[in-house]
């Protein structure tokens, strides 16, 4: 686990949301490559303790904690595991999210919008809103939330998972300017189209379908989770300590055009 490490976050603990899968579990990975101690925090328990088995396996501390970031008390329990094992936050990841099946406005039901925010925004807010006071206890931290393509420009059939992902950014750059100051760091990644678990569910499996969300990246493939996972870790560097209320695009030039 020491080999080639870029970052080197010894002594640092990461808490990473929706890490069973996908852009989450594969920058747990990348944390604990880097030496950080990794809670590893999905809804799905057995997804948290395989995540967190990855880990350990390649000789990494991790701790797998089952939590609707949905739900404020999840959370709460969730941070004070984090605390108790490893008595320290210094990252957090709040990354956990749902995707939206495609309809029009006037066809989304109340419960998927509501869904939607609750999970996709309030999921953030409830996060942050519990690991900046033990951050702050720490002298400092580096949050990165995780918004979308989404976040910056509409889609037809996502009003619902844009607006929360829009969201996502407002929640962020006003964060980041309350916390400036005092050491705490909060900056919002906003993934393309990412080769994950959520994808598969999108094109439903046909290579049809994932041609069509291929033809809608300028680079002409889907993007990575380790292209996420990258730019996460860059963000809660030392290096990008000049980094403030971001909202990194990394899309393949999919919005550059836009
Ligand atoms: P994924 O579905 O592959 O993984 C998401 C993980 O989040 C799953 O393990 C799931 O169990 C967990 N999760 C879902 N609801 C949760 C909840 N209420 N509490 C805790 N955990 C929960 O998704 P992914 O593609 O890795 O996406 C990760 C994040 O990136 C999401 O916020 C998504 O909206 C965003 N995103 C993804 C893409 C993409 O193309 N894959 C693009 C832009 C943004």
């Not at 809804?43 to 995540?51: F, H, I, N, Q, R």
């Not at 029009?104 to 419960?111: G, H, I, K, P, W």
């Not at 493939?221 to 990258?230: F, K, M, Q, S, V």
């Amino acid at each position: 686990m020491t080999t080639h490490r870029k970052w080197n976050y010894e002594g640092k603990a990461a808490f990473v949301t929706g890490a069973a899968n996908g852009i989450g579990q594969t920058t747990a990975l990348a944390f604990a490559q880097e030496g950080a101690d990794v809670v590893v925090v999905d809804l799905s328990e057995d997804g948290a303790k395989a995540t967190a088995r990855m880990i350990e396996e390649q000789g990494g501390r991790a701790l797998a904690v089952r939590c609707d970031v949905s739900n404020p008390e999840d959370v709460q329990v969730a941070l004070a595991a984090a605390i108790e094992k490893f008595g320290r936050l210094d990252f957090a990841f709040n990354n956990a999210g749902i995707e939206q099946p495609l309809a029009y406005t006037a066809d989304v039901s109340v419960e998927t919008f509501e869904r939607n925010l609750r999970v996709n925004l309030g999921g953030v807010f409830y996060c942050m809103k519990y690991q900046i006071p033990l951050m702050l206890k720490n002298g400092g931290g580096a949050i990165v939330n995780t918004s979308s393509g989404a976040g910056v420009v509409g889609i037809r059939g996502q009003g619902a998972y844009c607006a929360a992902k829009h969201g996502v950014i407002g929640l962020t750059k006003s964060a980041a300017l309350e916390y400036a100051k005092d050491g705490v760091r909060i900056n919002a990644v906003c993934p393309g189209i990412i080769d994950t678990p959520m994808i598969g569910r999108f094109t439903q499996g046909t290579e049809e379908n994932r041609k069509r969300m291929i033809a809608q990246e300028p680079i002409g493939r889907l993007g990575r989770p380790e292209e996420i996972a990258n730019t996460v870790l860059w963000l809660c560097s030392d290096v990008a300590g000049f980094a403030i209320g971001h909202a990194v695009v990394v899309d393949g030039g999919q919005t550059a055009g836009l």
